[in-house]
Every structure is written in C-alpha cells, then in structure tokens.
C-alpha cells in the first residue's frame, strides 16, 4: 500500500432520522475538518456545543452499541457512522447533532455512506498515518469471543459470526477500500436475537428499534420487514463494526484482522491494545540514570571480561551490580546490526535466540569478574523455560537483568530477562560450565 493523502469531506450535508433508544427525530450533520483533526462528534443540543473525540479513550459503554463520553456528555451508538467514514476513506471530520446519538436508518450504515456521497470527498496536504501490523497481535476473551491481526500488505477482515447455541453461524472475508465496502459491507443491517432484546422491549429501552431498522432472530426464523440483503448479512454487519469500533485507536492498520464471536467488547478491547502496541512501537526509551563508581564496566571492561566480539558481543556495557550475583547489562539494538540483512529482509527482528545469547553472557559476567574465573570462558550447557513475548526491533535499548542462582564447582545456574520498555521481551533458565581457555 502506498502512502495516500488524508481525506476530508468536500461541503456539509445532513441526514434527518429516528434515533434508536430514545425514538426521538435528531437531525445530523458531516462537516469538513482539518487535517489531522480526525473524527470528533460534537453536541450542538447542549449550551456550550461540546466536542467528543472518536477515540478509545472516550469509551464508556458498549453493552449492544459504542457509547463515548467526556465529563458528563455522550453520544450514544457511534460505529456505524464512524464505520461509514473509514470505509469511504474519511479521515477528517466534525459529526454535528442536535440528540445524544445517530439517527438509526435501516440499521446499516448506508445512510450515513449517501450522507457522504452526498457531501463528497477531498484530498488534503498531509499524509494520512497507518500502523502497519508486523507482528501478529492476538487477544481471547472468556466468551468465547477472539480477534487476530495478522500482517498484511492491505486492511482486510475476516469474521465468523456465532450466535446463542450457534445459530446463524456465519462467515464473510473482505479487502476493505472504498468500493469494496460501499458494495459488500454498508448495506448489512443490524441483527439481534429476540431473546436479548425482549426485556428491553419491555422496558422501552430501545424505543426507535423496529423491523425497518433491525432484523430480528426468534428461534430458528429471520424477522425483518425485507428479505435478507446478503447471505452472510450478520457476518458483514459485524465487519461493519469491527471498522467502526477498531478505529477508535485512533489509527487506521494495515493487517488482516480475523475475528470470531465479535462484539462491541471485544472489538474496543482490541482498540484499546492497538493504541498500547502503537505507543510502544514510537516510544522513546526514557533516561537512564546510569550509577558511577566500580558497579559499572563500559564496552572496553566488558571486553576484558568476556572473550566474545563483533559481530558476538550481545552486551554494550554493565550498568550495576546488585550483591554478588545479579548484574544488569545494556544492549543498544541498531539497524547495523549484521543479523538484520537476513533475519528478515524489510522485517528486522532481533532473532530470540540472541536474547538468550545476551542473558547469557551478562550473567556469565557475574562469575567471570571473580579473580578465580578470570581468563575462563563460559560454555552454554542448557536454556529452559524460554518464552518470547513480543519482537525487539531496531532502535529499542535491552535492558539484560540476571541473576546467578546455584554454582556447582564450575557451572552456573542463571536466571535471565530482557526488557525493553519497562516490557519483558524474553526470558528464561540458563546454565553454563566455565572453562579454561
């Protein structure tokens, strides 16, 4: 995908509606924006005309529908208008109403895709900022529910729908652009199970909610006012939201997103760990106050210590010594790292087994520094219990913590951790025998 320029609408346009809970006539408005400003919503009903940001920090609820709040303002079911302006390839805009939410339509987003035809889209100066997956992100809920960001070179979304006792089992995959999701997404309607729905029915909690605008699931039977749109329907509507919701990251992604059992929950979860995961990829490492005094060996005493050197050396200096036998050591990872050429060309990854190879050589730093040890060389004899737990890339500074265990005669037991970020990376038990050289 190459870099696109961020788009916003061309003039206003409106779109006059029922809202769903409240039943209410709310008139809403798609107006041009800045770039950079992203989509806010603002509530032009109240006194002060208060703007929501469309971002997962903003999220209150999302029991049957997205709810944001800021203070005490809120707008209510917000995905399929935030979908509708992913999906068209909006980036910038201002979602002006007169009520707390959207007006609901037919329940799919198409009228709020017209509402943007409607207005037409413009290219602005900036470019638009997309977080490229390029390590799979994995996330399981309790319910059941699961969603998967794997790299890919566009944005696509698998989803399989399962509903109570796994009826209206479903599944529909799609490359999501413009075309595509006028086309195969917007017009997917919204569905629920009679069953759900039926104590709010009662209550008359969802008093804009009808046939027209929902369809409706009792038993094994389909309830809807028009025959089915699609044939995986629900399927699609919960790529609908998916779009929706996940762009409350605040980032549009380029990665292969497959979903099973979403919802509004899990969908914001998943927003929610793609703004972590996107901060730590751009986050500076903070200061390091680096202690002074014989605690600390620079690279040229870590070499007088260690026999290993380029392009093997795995620790650039020690930074503390804690009793006898923990030891901290530090490993500036850089592009001209010589294992980046093949592992993996335009991917670079810092391959784990040199994380262990870094543990291992900070720890053997504890005992080889013991005038009885000096000269030896420390020979791995075992890593057990190793676990990965996210990739280290360059630019990233690992911070090697060890600690020395057991000692039998000439061989060590260690334990060993890398950290980037305040972040365990890898970890792991090692053992190695010193010997002379």
């Known amino acids: 995908m190459s870099a696109q320029k ?12 029922t809202s769903l809970h409240t039943g209410e006539r709310v008139n809403l408005t798609m107006k041009p924006a800045p770039a950079n400003h992203g989509i806010k919503f603002r509530r032009i009903d109240l006194e002060d005309q208060p703007f929501i940001d469309a971002h997962v920090r903003n999220l209150q609820t999302v029991e049957r529908a997205t709810t944001l709040a800021q203070g005490s303002v809120k707008v209510h079911t917000v995905e399929h208008v935030i979908s509708a302006l992913v999906g068209m390839g909006v980036d910038n805009a201002i979602i002006e109403m007169d009520a707390n939410e959207p007006p609901i339509g037919d329940g799919s987003s198409m009228p709020f895709v017209e509402c943007i035809k409607q207005a037409g889209i413009e290219e602005q100066e900036e ?10 992100i994995h996330m399981e809920l309790p319910n059941g529910s699961m969603i998967t960001i794997v790299p890919d070179k566009d944005f696509r979304v698998s989803c399989t729908q399962v509903g109570p006792d796994g009826r209206m089992t479903q599944y529909y995959s799609v490359k999501v652009d413009p075309e595509t999701y006028e086309k195969e997404i917007a017009a997917a309607r919204t569905f629920v199970f ?15 909610g009808s046939l027209e605008n929902a369809v409706v699931v009792k038993g094994e039977s389909v309830m809807s006012k028009e025959p089915m749109r699609f044939n995986e329907e629900f399927a699609r509507h919960k790529i609908l939201d998916i779009i929706g919701d996940l762009m409350l990251s605040g980032k549009r992604i380029m990665g292969h997103v497959i979903a099973v059992k979403p919802g509004h929950g899990p969908n914001t979860e998943m927003a929610k760990r793609l703004v972590k995961e996107y901060q730590q990829t751009r986050s500076m490492v903070p200061p390091v106050v680096i202690p002074t005094g014989e605690g600390v060996m620079d690279s040229i005493e870590v070499q007088k210590v260690l026999p290993h050197r380029y392009p093997f050396l795995m620790v650039d200096r020690i930074i503390g010594f804690e009793g006898d036998n923990k030891c901290t050591g530090v490993k500036q990872v850089t592009i001209n790292e010589p294992y980046f050429q093949g592992h993996f060309p335009g991917h670079p990854i810092m391959p784990g087994v040199l994380q262990v190879e870094a543990m ?12 009885e040890n000096q000269g030896k060389i420390g020979y791995f004899m ?10 280290v890339l360059p630019g990233d500074t690992l911070f090697i913590e060890t600690e020395i265990v057991k000692t039998r005669r000439n061989i060590g037991f260690a334990k060993g951790r890398c950290i980037v970020n305040g972040e365990v990376v890898s970890q792991g038990d090692l053992s190695f025998a010193l010997i002379d050289d």
């Open 360 to 371: 291992a050589q900070v720890a053997s730093i504890v005992l080889l520094r013991r005038p």
């Open 6 to 17: 961020q788009q916003t609408l061309a003039a206003p346009a409106t779109l006059t509606g």
């Open 382 to 391: 075992s890593a057990n219990n190793v676990k990965w737990r996210r990739p």
């Open 127 to 136: 470019y638009r900022s997309v977080y490229e997956i390029r390590e799979t």
């Open 194 to 208: 009679y069953e759900d729905v039926e104590p709010l029915l009662e209550k008359g909690l969802i008093k804009g």
